[in-house]
């Protein structure tokens, strides 16, 4: 069942965003070579906590971080280590969860470590941009399935692949909720969007193959054939307008999302 959330619930959703934005703004600068994940993960917590939330995702499922922090290959839930060290030319994915009295924020950018490669930052941005070619799909009475569809299509044609292992969600007092939501689809098809419904939308874009192995530690997925993969999500909410990103700075407009260069 997809949960209509009422004014008061997106409001504390906005609030939870907001913080997320705030861990985003704070760790960009901390990616240089040298730094280790935990270090990154450490601050991130630091500030959540400092915001009167809580990191939704330390001890979810047992995962033992406080955000999940993916470098290079690693696709998602990548676990903060302190023998993890950034080095130049990485890419490193950042999954940011907050919670605000009860309610999640959930978001997620991919960021260069100093100078990257040409083809790095094509995907990393090719990643961001198909998200926001999901999202202008977002309005009410419009299938889920035509997001999926337009990233897929978007991704696809400039050479990339999107695993199915993984997607995007329905988020609310739970950071997973109804409906799932693949980053592959046919249009036309799924749940009718409805405003209030609010969607965790997360492109995971790989530059080779889309299969991912799990390591040992129940959590680290990495691509298969060892190649580049980048990640880039926001919590938004169906408005009548259209959609709201949710997982932003108070003073931030969609507009501004777009420009950042990631």
Not at 33 to 55: F, M, N, W, Y
Not at 63 to 86: D, Q, R, Y
Not at 209 to 221: E, F, H, M, Q, S
Request: hydrophobic share 35%; net charge negative; with cysteine.
């Amino acid at each position: 069942m997809i949960i209509v959330k009422s004014p008061r619930e997106i409001e504390l959703m906005r609030e939870a965003g907001h913080v997320v934005a705030l861990v985003f703004e704070t760790l960009r600068p901390m990616l240089v070579p040298g730094v280790s994940t935990l270090e990154l993960d450490q601050k991130a917590e630091e500030v959540i906590r400092s915001h009167d939330c809580l990191p939704t995702f330390k001890g979810y499922g047992g995962f033992p971080g406080a955000i999940c922090i993916s470098v290079n290959e690693t696709l998602v839930h990548g676990i903060p280590s302190s023998k993890i060290i950034l080095k130049e030319g990485d890419i490193v994915s950042l999954d940011v969860g907050a919670t605000y009295h009860g309610y999640c924020g959930d978001a997620c950018r991919t960021y260069p470590v100093g100078i990257i490669s040409g083809a790095a930052e094509r995907l990393v941005k090719t990643t961001k941009a198909s998200f926001f070619e999901g999202a202008s799909k977002i309005k009410k009475g419009v299938h889920l399935g035509d997001i999926s569809h337009a990233i897929q299509v978007f991704n696809e044609s400039r050479g990339y692949s999107l695993t199915t292992d993984y997607t995007g969600h329905g988020i609310g007092s739970h950071l997973h909720e109804d409906p799932s939501i693949p980053n592959v689809g046919k249009e036309g098809t799924g749940p009718v969007l409805q405003v209030g419904m609010c969607l965790a939308i997360e492109p995971m874009v790989a530059e080779g193959k889309p299969n991912v192995r799990i390591l040992g530690d129940g959590w680290t997925a990495k691509m298969k054939d060892g190649k580049l993969s980048a990640h880039y999500e926001n919590t938004v909410v169906v408005t009548e307008e259209g959609y709201e990103v949710l997982t932003k700075l108070k003073t931030q407009t969609i507009s501004d999302l777009k420009e950042n260069d990631y």
